[in-house]
Nanobody, 117 residues
């Protein structure tokens, strides 16, 4: 699969952003979807997962209560609503598909999120 991420930008601490990812090239509604992020000088980390039908979500501890992942299977789209942003949320955010805990798609260019005053 292929992915095009958008919605990033520069935001002050405490602000919000809504990321979007449009997927293509595979049967979207059959796959879990994920958001990852990569901070400067660090490895890419898993941030959130949503099940294929959208009924189950998982978050890394550092974003619980602040981020919400959602999907629209009719539009092959997954979103990440990010509230109460912190400087440590800064990084490039990527989406990807997943099956049996294995990433299955090609990495897109991602969208840059910078949280700074």
């Amino acid at each position: 699969g292929q992915f095009v991420e958008s919605g990033g930008g520069l935001v002050q601490p405490g602000g919000s952003l809504r990321l979007s990812c449009v997927a293509s090239g595979f049967f979207f509604s059959s796959y879990d979807m994920t958001w990852y992020r990569q901070a400067p000088g660090k490895e890419r980390e898993l941030v959130a997962v949503i099940s294929s039908a959208g009924g189950s979500t998982i978050y890394v501890d550092s974003v619980k209560g602040r981020f919400t992942i959602s999907r629209d299977n009719a539009k092959n789209t997954v979103h990440l609503q990010m509230n109460s942003l912190k400087p440590e949320d800064t990084g490039v955010y990527y989406c990807n598909s997943r099956r049996f805990n294995i990433v299955t798609g090609s990495w897109g260019q991602g969208t840059q999120v910078t949280v700074s005053s």
